[in-house]
């Protein structure tokens, strides 16, 4: 049975293997069809959750739909601009009918603009905002809801080490900006919901390889891996692991916390 956050554990032991498991729960990943997203759909799935599938186009999830359905769990992928509340909302509606419950969001949708400052444009800066700001207070705000409502949630929202520190040479001010916000939401709405029994956390992951961070740009990737003690770069599957251990009971006590996984690149 599910452990509520905001409720004190009653007997000091703790299956840890099973406390990892999401049999039973409903979990929505936004932007879900490709890159993170679609892997943290699929490693979720692997822990037992059926899943809500939240993307701009339905049809683009075909692949990770059929993966995720191999895995034994319900899957629907659902239309929704997490940048258009009213888009959100309805999505809410079409999830709650035909699962019955929303028990974890993860807010992955996100956007990114490489360019120095001087040459950002005003609808460069609003895209990333809305994506990355907006986007992840709609979600978290419309799911967080139905949360509160039911006296448990966890929330996991893809932040970023870009909220701490700065990518050279390839500027990324409004990235930069947008995920220093996304992290310091993660710890207002930890606090806020915390007696209602809904974890807030982030994972905030280095370079990983996907369309989002051209890690075989031969101007960029020597000045990356310098940069990063492992020397290479994050697989989307290797965030799989985090994402189930913040979605689920192992950490029934953790919330507003930032998980940095970063091959060390915030240690130099
Ligand atoms: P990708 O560019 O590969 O994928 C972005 C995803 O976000 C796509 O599924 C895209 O959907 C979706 N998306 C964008 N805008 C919207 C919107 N308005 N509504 C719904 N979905 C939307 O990026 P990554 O997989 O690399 O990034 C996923 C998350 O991880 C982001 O939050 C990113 O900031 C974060 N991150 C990435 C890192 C990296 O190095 N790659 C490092 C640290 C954090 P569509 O296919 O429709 O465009």
Request: proline residues 3%; hydrophobic residues 50%; glycine residues 6%.
């Given at each position: 049975s599910a452990q509520r956050a905001g409720s004190a554990q009653e007997e000091d032991t703790m299956a840890v293997l099973d406390s990892f498991g999401l049999g039973g729960r409903t979990t929505v990943v936004t932007g879900a069809n490709r890159g993170i997203g679609r892997a943290l759909a699929v490693a979720l799935a692997e822990a037992g959750s059926d899943l809500?599938?939240?993307?701009r186009d339905p049809a683009s999830c075909a692949e990770v739909?059929?993966?995720?359905r191999a895995l034994g769990v319900r899957t629907l992928a659902?239309?929704?601009?997490?940048?258009?509340?009213?888009?959100?909302?309805?999505?809410?509606?079409?999830?709650?009918e035909a699962f019955g419950r929303i028990d974890v969001l993860v807010n992955n949708a996100g956007a990114c603009i490489h360019r120095p400052?001087?040459?950002v444009t005003a609808a460069e800066w609003r895209q990333v905002m809305d994506v990355n700001v907006d986007g992840v207070w709609n979600c978290a705000q419309a799911?967080?809801?139905v949360m509160v409502e039911a006296g448990r949630g966890a929330i996991v929202n893809i932040g970023s080490i870009s909220a701490v520190i700065v990518n050279r040479p390839q500027w990324q001010p409004a990235y930069n900006a947008s995920?220093?916000?996304?992290?310091?939401?993660?710890?207002?709405?930890?606090?806020?919901?915390?007696?209602?029994?809904?974890?807030?956390?982030a994972l905030a992951p280095g370079y990983?390889?996907?369309?989002?961070?051209?890690?075989?740009?031969?101007?960029?990737?020597?000045?990356?891996?310098?940069?990063?003690?492992m020397q290479r770069f994050a697989l989307p599957a290797e965030l799989g692991p985090a994402v189930v251990f913040l979605a689920s009971d192992a950490s029934s006590f953790?919330?507003?916390?930032?998980?940095?996984?970063d091959g060390g690149y915030t240690t130099v």
């Open positions: 809500a599938l939240l993307v739909e059929a993966e995720c659902v239309a929704g601009d997490v940048t258009d509340a009213a888009s959100v909302a309805r999505a809410v509606d079409t999830i709650g400052a001087l040459e799911f967080g809801r995920k220093a916000a996304a992290h310091q939401l993660t710890k207002s709405l930890a606090a806020e919901w915390a007696e209602h029994g809904v974890r807030v956390n990983v390889k996907t369309e989002m961070a051209p890690v075989d740009d031969p101007q960029f990737r020597q000045r990356w891996i310098d940069d990063v003690p953790m919330t507003g916390s930032v998980l940095v996984m």
